[in-house]
């Protein structure tokens, strides 16, 4: 099978950690943030997939590890989400610079 | 950088992920991944960008494009683009349509004219010096830039550290232009008092004073005398007009009105100098009333004064420099606004709304022969009016300065932030891009450093239904626990969004106005 090896899919999965660190970093936007976010889980999510098919190809439990991790960051965006209207609806902002005090 | 093309890349990346799925043979996962993150989360997501203001970044766009040329338009960026006080200030200060884009200048230059050609030196003594204030400001502001105090750094605070100033000085622009009509209410006010020297003068006080009295509803009486160009001028030139074809042949009969301020009255659409609102063409007894006036006009004993009122009709008068005279229409030699007829004053067709027994002869008869006490009389009325006026330019000239004094007490990086805020179009910390190069760099090292085991061994054909298996049977409780987690998250979602909306409608938050818009969005 000619396919491209576990490196090249570690690097790919290391880069897209590494643009969703700037992501995560970089944006004062909630909303970019939480894209940031899905970018590190997705590479997780890579690196994951790419270990189970390149080590441990016959047992499928990575497969039904990363269906999990799947649900929790779809979870875990609905949530954000949710939080971000309320804040922004509340604030008039998403500028997480301004969430910095959850009282009121 | 801009949040709807970021959701669309996060989209896509996201397929991509999927397509990198069925390269490793793990086709379930990618038919996974699409259903639940391409499918579900960018739909939230985008809905969720579609919420917000300026999701394309357009705006932020749009106003680095106007900061380049630099213009007039470049005010309009933080504000709705058709604030209706912006513009009904810059109509009022030009009087004139804005022929060139760079109409701050225009207005300011203007201003200066004015000033220097003023009748009342000692009070616009000051406001030169404003102005002058003004073209220090401007020149600081081009040339220096080094004494920014932004710390964000680059060209956008510069950008927006420039476009503070302007607003500043179209700000304090729009407070003296305030102050000028204000102060052209007080000299039109003074004409009243003064006894005429000439006849001529007295005719012009007369009607007048004339037109102050019959209007005493009309508030804004002075501005749609100011307001009204050329045509609706020659339409109510009919008294002393040799000519009264003009008036039936001119070119625009139709008086447009403001459905909020009955008093403004323009002779061509457009949109209210107070409220903004589209002007609305008024109704037909106006225009009947109008032409009423002219057969009255015809008609009526002011023929009788009409060789007399011939003559002096005739010469055409500058509202702010009642010695420029000239036997024909056009500009004020001295500050270029339109001429008025000197014996029809402006407003009188318009703003008579008076029976036959207020026409125009009579008013003239009557406030030519008038005694004193009746003189006072409509004095005092137009006092009253002027008085009104009066409180509402400087009401209006009141907001100027505090809109002015904001903006100075704001810096310009708390200005982008606000711009930010509002914009969604988000900036980037500065080392962000250093620590993530870095966090790549030393990541993809660690991958390639690692001898990485492997083992050829292609997966079963039947993955996906041995994924299945294990789902509901060793790993039961994690399937239905994320069954369970995607429910609550689902349910938390809503109610996070659902509440706050409930309490809006019950209408005893003090919500922001975000928070409003998007109730109107909702309902």
Same mark, same amino acid.
């Given at each position: ?104 | ?12 990346? +996201?397929?991509?992920?999927? @397509? ?82 760079? @109409? ?29 204030? *003004? ?56 004409? +009243? ?31 749609? !005398? ?127 709304? @008076? ?59 708390? !200005? ?52 299945? *298996? ?54």
């Amino acid at each position: 099978m000619g396919g491209p090896g576990l490196v090249a899919y570690l690097v790919v999965g290391a880069v897209m950690f590494a643009i969703g660190i700037f992501g995560t970093l970089s944006q004062r936007g909630a909303i970019m943030v939480l894209m940031g976010l899905e970018i590190i889980l997705n590479a997780a999510i890579l690196n994951l997939v790419a270990f189970w098919r390149f080590i441990n190809p016959g047992d499928y439990s990575p497969q039904v590890f990363v269906i999990v991790a799947m649900t929790i960051g779809a979870v875990e965006m609905a949530v954000g989400l949710g939080i971000v209207l309320m804040v922004y609806r509340k604030k008039g902002t998403q500028n997480i610079d301004k969430f910095s005090e959850m009282k009121e | 950088m801009s949040m709807y093309r970021a959701g669309i890349s996060l989209m896509l990346s +996201l397929v991509a992920m999927a @397509g990198l799925f069925i390269l490793l043979e793990a086709d379930l996962l990618a038919v996974i991944q699409i259903m639940m993150n391409v499918g579900g989360m960018l739909v939230m997501t985008l809905f969720m960008v579609m919420l917000m203001m300026d999701p394309g970044g357009e705006m932020m766009w749009d106003m680095k494009r106007r900061m380049r040329m630099k213009g007039f338009a470049a005010l309009s960026m933080s504000m709705p683009p058709e604030l209706p006080a912006e513009k009904s200030f810059e109509r009022n200060g030009a009087l004139s349509p804005p022929s060139n884009p760079n @109409g701050q200048n225009d207005s300011q230059v203007r201003l200066e004219d004015i000033a220097i050609n003023s009748d009342w030196q000692e009070e616009n003594e000051e406001e030169k010096e404003m102005a002058e204030k *003004d073209n220090e400001h401007e020149n600081e502001m081009m040339s220096g830039n080094g004494t920014g105090t932004n710390g964000a750094g680059g060209d956008d605070g510069e950008l927006f550290r420039r476009m503070h100033e302007m607003q500043r000085a179209i700000a304090i622009i729009q407070q003296q232009l305030g102050l000028l009509q204000q102060q052209l209410v007080e000299l039109q006010q003074d004409l +009243l008092l003064t006894p005429g020297s000439g006849g001529q003068s007295r005719t012009g006080q007369g009607s007048s004073s004339t037109e102050r009295s019959s209007s005493t509803e009309n508030s804004g009486g002075m501005a749609t !005398y100011l307001h009204s160009p050329s045509p609706l001028m020659g339409q109510s030139a009919w008294q002393g007009q040799p000519r009264p074809g003009q008036a039936a042949n001119s070119p625009n009969p139709t008086v447009y009105t403001c459905p909020m301020h009955p008093e403004i009255r323009q002779p061509n659409p457009g949109r209210c100098p107070k409220c903004g609102m589209d002007l609305v063409p008024a109704e037909g007894e106006e225009i009947a009333e109008g032409e009423g006036n002219n057969v009255a006009a015809s008609t009526s004993p002011a023929s009788k004064t009409a060789p007399a009122s011939a003559s002096a009709a005739t010469l055409y008068t500058c509202p702010m420099h009642p010695e420029v005279r000239q036997p024909g229409p056009g500009r004020c030699p001295k500050c270029g606004i339109d001429l008025v007829p000197e014996g029809g004053d402006g407003g009188e067709s318009e703003n008579n709304g @008076g029976g036959p027994g207020n026409n125009q002869g009579a008013g003239q008869e009557r406030t030519s022969h008038s005694s004193h006490g009746d003189r006072n009389n409509q004095v005092q009325g137009g006092h009253r009016q002027d008085h009104g006026q009066m409180m509402h330019s400087s009401g209006k000239g009141g907001g100027e300065v505090e809109t002015a004094e904001q903006m100075q007490k704001r810096s310009p990086k708390a !200005y982008y932030r606000m711009m930010e805020g509002m914009a969604m179009s988000t900036r980037q910390l500065p080392l962000a891009g250093l620590f993530s190069i870095l966090a790549g760099l030393l990541l993809v090292g660690l991958v390639l450093l690692v001898a990485w085991p492997s083992r050829p061994a292609a997966p079963d054909l039947d993955g996906p239904s041995r994924v299945g *298996d294990l789902l509901l049977s060793n790993y039961m409780i994690a399937f239905e626990g994320a069954a369970f987690l995607i429910l609550a998250g689902i349910l938390g979602a809503v109610l996070l969004a659902r509440r706050e909306r409930e309490r809006k409608k019950r209408g005893k938050g003090n919500g922001s106005i975000a928070g409003e818009q998007l109730n109107q969005e909702v309902q």
